[in-house]
Each structure stands twice: as C-alpha cells, then as structure tokens.
C-alpha cells in the first residue's frame, strides 16, 4: 500500500499555505515518507512499544533479538504469546513491556485491534480510540501508526518532541511551542499535516 493521498499537491498546497514551512521544504527537499504497509498493524503497534522510552539503538537491538527468538515466523499475535515470559525478558523486555505486549496480542486475538482491510476503512479518530484500549498504546502511538503504516495525510502529533523542536528550529521561536499552541498553528496545514510533520521531523537534522 502506498500513500492514501497525492504527495506531489500536498506539497504545493503546504508551500502556498505558510512561508515559514515553505521554507523549510525548500532545505529538506523531496517529500519522501516510505509507508511501513509491509507490516501488519499488530507488528507496527508490537515494534512501536519495544520502541518507547529507549534510545533507537537499544530499542533496535531488543527488537531484533525478539524477532531472532520468533525464527522463520512472522511476528504474530499468537506467536508473541507463545514465547515465555522469561524469554522476553532476557530480550531486554521490561516486565511492564511484556505485560504489553501480551495485552496487544490477546486484544489482537480478540479483535479489539483491528486488521488493516478495516483500518483502511475506519476514520482516524476512530482507530485512535481503538488502539489506545491496549496497555501500552496511546495516542502518539496510534498517531504513528495513522502515518507511517496506513499512510494517513492529516495527522499532527502536537506531543512528540521532533515535531515540536523542529517546529522551534524552523520557525526559529527560541522555544518549543506547546501542544496546545502547535494545534493551533497547524490547523494552516490541513488536510496535510502528516506532510508538515515528517519535514518539521527533517529540521531537526538541518544547521541552524
């Protein structure tokens, strides 16, 4: 699956709409966001809290050793369940990480978490309310998956801290702006403020 939206007006639309972001585009250069649509939401939310409150390369390294422990399967929800407790730990796994992962994987089972063919067809509000019923899950992350898995054009995630420093560097405010005051702003990005976001994420690799 590739991006539900036209990236090329996208980026038009967004230069015409604010300068300051315009800008921005200008140094960064193509718009090139790469949907994860080869994994399944239940893998996308699985790597996204293996992922949370660690540095990349220690995230990266428990999430590999998992998927060394799963071999020639696929992460699954009833592969996950059928590794032990024990064995996920010595993966680095926090005990509240496995209890959430085991919780992803049940609610998966269940069908609280949805399959992709009905995510595609679900509205973003509503899968956020979805998947923030799974311990471990919220917002920020259903706001990932809305972007980076089902490649949905108009999300702002006002909490994440790359968005909101690159929004300071960009726009050069001398400080981070607050949920509330980025809410505001971006509502000039609409319909594609995913598109804002992934180059408000690239000024953070920019000089200043």
């Known amino acids: 699956m590739d991006l539900s939206y036209d990236a090329q007006r996208a ?21 090139a966001l790469v949907p994860r649509s080869n994994m399944t939401p239940f893998h996308e939310l699985l790597r996204a809290i293996i992922y949370q409150q660690l540095s990349g390369k220690a995230a990266s390294a428990i999430y590999k050793r998992i998927l060394k422990l799963l071999g020639a399967r696929k992460p699954s929800p009833r592969a996950i369940l059928e590794l032990s407790t024990e064995e996920l730990r010595v993966a680095g796994l926090s005990r509240s990480k496995i209890i959430s992962v085991k919780d992803l994987a049940h609610k998966t089972i269940e069908g609280m ?35 980076f898995n089902l490649g949905r054009p108009d999300v702002l995630p006002v909490s994440d ?24 702003y971006g509502e000039r990005w609409r319909p594609y403020r995913s598109v804002a976001s992934w180059y408000l994420w690239r000024a953070n690799d920019l000089e200043y």
């Open 161 to 184: 801290l790359g968005v909101r420093k690159g929004f300071m560097l960009a726009y050069q405010t001398g400080v981070m702006p607050t949920e509330a005051e980025l809410q505001q």
């Open 11 to 31: 980026v038009v639309t967004l230069r015409r709409s604010d300068e300051q972001l315009a800008a921005l585009m200008r140094r960064v250069g193509r718009f």
């Open 113 to 147: 978490v949805p399959g992709k063919r009905r995510l595609q067809k679900m509205e973003d509000k509503e899968i956020v309310a979805k998947l923030v019923a799974v311990r471990g899950v919220g917002q920020w992350t259903a706001e990932m998956l809305l972007i």
